[in-house]
């Protein structure tokens, strides 16, 4: 339905196709030819639309709000742009606050669901104003520190990353604005930014894996001069503070589509800034196997609507760096757990100068990390005590992917789901056999191991 709709309203553009990029005129779609409609947006979203535009101000839905209907998709979030400063929102709505200082911006909050109401910017370039200049600086690499200078619509349009962000859905007519053939890409499914593309990834390097993003969420193609400078920019992204890559990666890794947007992310030499020691682990032929089985049952839990936690996430994508570590620790002598734990310690430290991983984090990813080699050793009364780890079931379920990955003999996983299902009897049975069939005992190896114990 989307496709056919969009390509509908294709035809109601001018000069359709034939527009060089970058001259760009302002489209309105009226409301009989386009398929969006009130019922798809949000109460909280209308509600601040309609406050708004009640106050006198210009108020549009804008971004993945806008884009995610016309495709025939559920939005993410919604987001609104208006005319209104930062302060002005704040005061028409007591339950928002202001926040941001790159971009000021304001969440008016419903319950679990936040609008982000953003002021129209505008391009301080075109400006000689100093306060202008201030407000808009940038850095030595061209990076925006701060934009906080506002415009009018059309400017505010030319600021945003990609001409499919860029649409306006106008809740009193219920048109839709287009200002950089937005709709046009929507049709060709085409990831393209507004602008000079190495202008807009210097001043912000986040852009290019918001490119990304967008292309494996929405199966788009990044059109070849929004692609073409990818892969040497990539490095700017160490410039970006580690919180905010951490927020990226997230959301990377979320949207479902975690494995297409892993491919591309070593497509486009983006794998390196986001995961350093991962890059390199795998440069020196260290397996991403189970990186992608991890991926693969990410994306399989959030199309079932399940959630994913980001230690689970960040416990796999840092595996192959965690194993490389761990051996050459043991190749230079160390005993399996001093080494593992050196290990994790070293791999997290480095990890954490490329995106930060909240402590709430990363506790339980060293413990999932940690209970891998707990998990093999049952006898006795450990089984009971490594079931009753607050980790248990994360760390199970990290063992299941790296067998489902090849990366152990199976058998212990199902050994472990069943003894989760067994009755006390039955456990205890299972738990003798163990015994029966007489488990290794554990020695002080003089010789460093080269493996971790796996049975
Ligand atoms: P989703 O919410 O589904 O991830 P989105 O397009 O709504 O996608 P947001 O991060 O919510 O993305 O941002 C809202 C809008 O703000 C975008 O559509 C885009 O127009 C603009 N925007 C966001 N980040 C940037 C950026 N780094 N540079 C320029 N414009 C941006
Ligand atoms: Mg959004």
């Not at 919604?78 to 911006?105: C, K, Q």
């Not at 400017?155 to 009193?172: K, Q, S, V």
């Not at 506790?363 to 707990?374: A, N």
């Amino acid at each position: 339905m989307p496709k056919r709709l969009v390509e509908k309203l294709r035809s109601f553009i001018p000069g359709n196709g034939k527009k060089k990029a970058r001259h760009y005129q302002r489209q309105e779609i009226p409301r009989d030819q386009h398929n969006i409609s009130r019922s798809m947006i949000s109460e909280a979203a209308k509600k601040v639309l309609h406050r708004l535009n009640k106050s006198g101000y210009e108020a549009y839905l804008v971004g993945g709000g806008v884009r995610d209907i016309l495709l025939g998709g559920q939005p993410k979030d919604f987001d609104i742009a208006t005319n209104a400063t930062p302060e002005e929102v704040h005061d028409l709505f007591r339950n928002s606050r202001l926040i941001g200082r790159r971009f000021r911006i304001v969440h008016v909050v419903f319950g679990r669901e936040i609008i982000e109401v953003t002021t129209f910017r505008g391009n301080a370039r075109d400006t000689s104003d100093d306060l202008a200049d201030d407000e808009h600086k940038t850095s030595e690499h061209g990076l925006l520190l701060r934009d906080n200078v506002y415009g009018n619509q059309e400017e505010d349009a030319l600021r945003r990353d990609f001409t499919i962000n860029a649409l306006y859905y106008c809740i009193r007519d219920f048109s839709i604005i287009d200002f950089a053939n937005g709709v046009q890409d929507l049709n060709t499914r085409q990831i393209r930014l507004i602008g000079d593309p190495d202008t807009r990834y210097r001043e912000d390097p986040v852009r290019m894996l918001r490119a990304i993003r967008f292309a494996a969420k929405l199966d788009f193609e990044i059109e070849p001069e929004t692609e073409a400078p990818i892969r040497e920019l990539a490095p700017l992204l160490t410039h970006i503070p580690p919180a905010r890559l951490f927020d990226e990666v997230l959301k990377l890794f979320s949207a479902g589509h975690g494995e297409a947007t892993y491919h591309l992310l070593q497509q486009y030499n983006l794998l390196a800034p986001l995961f350093p020691e991962t890059a390199r682990a795998l440069a020196t032929g260290e397996p991403d196997t189970l990186i992608l089985q991890a991926l693969r049952n990410t994306d399989a839990r959030i199309a079932q609507g399940k959630s994913v936690t980001p230690y689970f996430l960040f416990a796999a994508m840092l595996w192959p760096a965690l194993q490389v570590e761990w051996r050459r620790r043991q190749d230079n002598g160390d005993p399996v757990q001093p080494a593992l734990h050196g290990a994790i310690g070293k791999v997290i430290g480095r990890q954490i100068q490329a995106t930060s991983i909240p402590k709430r984090f990363s506790g339980p990813m060293k413990e999932i990390w940690e209970l891998q080699m707990r998990l093999p050793r049952r006898q006795g009364k450990r089984a009971f005590g490594t079931m009753a780890h607050p980790r248990f079931r994360a760390a199970y379920d990290f063992l299941l992917v790296r067998e489902a990955a090849g990366e152990l003999e199976p058998g212990l996983g199902q050994w472990w789901t069943s003894f989760q299902q067994a009755d006390e009897r039955k456990q205890e049975k299972m738990l003798s056999e163990l015994g029966a069939a007489g488990p290794k005992k554990r020695r002080r190896k003089r010789k460093p191991v080269r493996k971790p114990e796996q049975s």
